[in-house]
């Protein structure tokens, strides 16, 4: 088994995009009729993937462990992870007569994509799919969206809970990330502030987008705020954000990161130094902090696993032992990287010039309005002291 730093687990599918022609009227699911369409862009989607192959090209060694089944799809993602690195897909789980997840991304010109998703195996994945030898030599484990993974939010999220004890046990930092789940899904149903007390004690890192989890948590608000074709992002303010990072550090995370789109990156931690990773080189640096950071301007082409390239930033920076301040801009600049190209990663560069590029004098969208009490202390001037009289810190 080959060495690896961090542990990327969790969803994983083939995505298929065909070009589609704008014509009006033209009804994309008429029964008995043959349309025309373009070329598919086949690639590889979800946590597994995007997270992992960012990381190994910030330069960090990862270890997937996806679950594909024993048909032509599983065999397709297996071909592209061996094609990026030949040791990357050693740690895939193929379950033997299951079907591979895969999504079909409808995508007509001028209007908005809808998504044919089949889930696969990603339902059937259990605790029982990590076992400790997997974990050997790692130091952090993340997995990602488990709304979209049916065992993992079944029981009140038993399996998830199970999965993150032991791999706390193992010693590893663990990290987290969710999904915005189908409303009128099973997912959607599911009792999340639940689940997230159960599992939170055993969760280090927290990486949800904003979305997702006020959706999770505060149902009626997130309802009022989006009511009407609202814009959510265009609502975020200090006190919506430390309400929500409030509920998810008393639950038990002790490093909060909540993506806010095109508004940035928020980071909150826990004021109890005991119960930060001990892999931090300095706790106290980590102790106790609140920070925004706004998205470095960049020409967006897409955005295509922009939150899952955030998190690759994060975490890469975070195996580093850098500061919070180095570490949110890391996952920002990432995450800008991302939006360059059109596709999930290829917009990754490594470390060295992603650190290159940060430290020129990269400038980034001003502030948004409702942080009008925040202290602003540049991109590259680190943040001084904690919090203190109810101020931020902006990065």
Not at 234 to 246: G, H
Not at 267 to 275: D, G, M, P, V
Not at 291 to 300: H, L, T
Not at 366 to 394: I, V
């Amino acid at each position: 088994m080959h060495k690896a730093e961090i542990v990327v687990a969790g969803h994983v599918c083939l995505d298929f995009i065909p070009q589609l022609e704008s014509k009006p009227g033209v009804d994309l699911i008429e029964p008995g009729k043959l349309l025309r369409v373009g070329a598919a862009q086949i690639s590889t989607g979800g946590t597994v993937s995007n997270v992992g192959i960012a990381l190994r090209k910030l330069g960090i060694s990862v270890r997937l462990m996806g679950k594909v089944g024993d048909d032509l799809f599983g065999q397709a993602i297996i071909e592209r992870f061996r094609q990026i690195a030949p040791e990357l897909p050693e740690r895939m789980l193929r379950a033997e007569g299951q079907t591979t997840s895969y999504t079909v991304v409808v995508n007509p010109p001028g209007r908005d994509r809808s998504f044919w998703h089949h889930p696969g195996t990603n339902d059937t994945y259990t605790a029982s799919d990590v076992q400790t030898t997997d974990l050997i030599g790692a130091r952090l484990f993340h997995f990602g969206y488990p709304p979209l993974m049916e065992r993992m939010y079944a029981d009140e999220g038993r399996e998830l809970v199970e999965l993150f004890r032991m791999v706390k046990a193992a010693g590893l930092v663990t990290s987290l990330d969710m999904a915005y789940p189908d409303p009128d899904s099973p997912a959607g149903q599911a009792d999340w502030p639940k689940i997230l007390a159960n599992v939170l004690p055993y969760v280090d890192i927290f990486l949800p987008s904003l979305d997702e989890i006020l959706f999770m948590i505060d149902r009626p608000k997130f309802i009022a705020l989006t009511q009407d074709g609202s814009d959510l992002e265009k609502q975020i303010d200090e006190s919506l954000l430390r309400q929500i990072s409030d509920s998810l550090i008393g639950w038990g995370a002790a490093i909060v990161g909540l993506k806010l789109g095109s508004r940035g990156f928020y980071l909150r931690t826990t004021a109890e130094k005991s119960r930060l990773p001990a892999i931090l080189g300095d706790a106290d640096t980590w102790t106790d902090r609140e920070m925004i950071s706004p998205c470095f301007k960049v020409n967006v082409r897409g955005t295509t696993g922009s939150g899952d390239c955030t998190i690759a930033g994060f975490l890469a920076a975070f195996v580093k032992m850098k500061n919070p301040e180095d570490t949110v801009n890391a996952a920002v600049g990432t995450g800008a990287c991302n939006v360059e190209a059109l596709d999930a990663t290829s917009g990754i560069p490594d470390w060295e010039t992603l650190q290159g590029r940060i430290k020129s004098g990269w400038s980034k969208h001003p502030l948004s309005s409702g942080f009008t009490d925040w202290r602003w202390n540049g991109k590259d001037q680190l943040a001084r002291g904690h919090r203190d009289r109810g101020s931020m810190s902006a990065v």
